[in-house]
């Protein structure tokens, strides 16, 4: 059964800093994997989607790693902003499309 | 282009009282899913049809929940009983049909059993 785990649960910064939100996975069979951003009562909004045959994926202050073999993706913040606290959410793509996934970081960013 | 809508935002009841959610997909999308995300957890998928069909029930507590998708458009999910531990945000996806394609995420309802 996929399991799917991210590090930390929780992580406050200060404004300006790069960081790393980690996310592993136990089965390497996927074929895409993905993160989110989930504001306060809010639905989740697509960040990146990296696919299997690829290592990274990057969109503006963004960048997302994979690697299968290790089970594990990062994604990079670079410069943080206040605007940037939300919960991070991994997600691993299985047979037929389906997304697991991992418990979420929360992030803060203090100004 | 309108996205994933859900009703109501929010919804407190009392134990043992039914409840419904509504969600209306983004047109043209002939996935639905319907997830459930406790707190400080990740969404679960509870079921997933393609048009009007359940191909995924697997993880939907079939003795107090229901679901459906009459005309392969919008889909109605129903708690009957309510417990305590339903007490959850339920989050309506849609996409397209091919399997990899990216899912698209309503607001969700927020439950609330007291």
Not at chain 1, 33 to 52: A, E, N, V
Not at chain 2, 21 to 40: A, D, E, K, M, V
Not at chain 2, 93 to 102: D, F, G, L, W
């Amino acid at each position: 059964k996929q399991e799917v785990t991210q590090i930390p649960a929780a992580l406050s910064v200060p404004e300006g800093e790069n960081l790393v939100l980690n996310c592993s996975f136990t089965d390497s069979a996927i074929y895409n994997l993905q993160w989110f951003r989930q504001d306060p009562g809010k639905g989740l909004t697509s960040l990146l989607l990296i696919q299997s045959s690829q290592r990274e994926q990057t969109s503006g202050r963004l960048n997302a790693s994979l690697d299968k073999s290790s089970g594990r993706s990062t994604l990079y913040i670079a410069a943080s902003q206040p605007g940037d606290s939300a919960t991070y959410l991994c997600a691993v793509i299985n047979q037929g499309g389906k997304l697991i996934f991992g418990q979420g970081t929360e992030l803060s960013v203090k100004p | 282009e309108a996205g994933v809508v859900q009703s109501p935002r929010y919804k407190i009841i009392e134990k043992k009282q039914p409840v419904a959610f509504w969600c209306n997909p983004i047109s043209g999308h002939n996935t639905l899913y319907w997830y459930r995300q406790n707190l400080g957890q990740g969404p679960e998928l509870l079921i997933r049809y393609e048009n009007e069909e359940a191909v995924d029930d697997s993880q939907l507590p079939k003795d107090r929940f229901s679901a459906e998708r009459l005309k392969g458009v919008d889909s109605t999910l129903k708690i009957q009983p309510a417990e305590l531990g339903d007490s959850a945000v339920y989050l309506c996806a849609s996409k397209v049909r091919a399997a990899y394609n990216e899912q698209f995420f309503g607001p969700g309802t927020r439950l609330t059993v007291l």
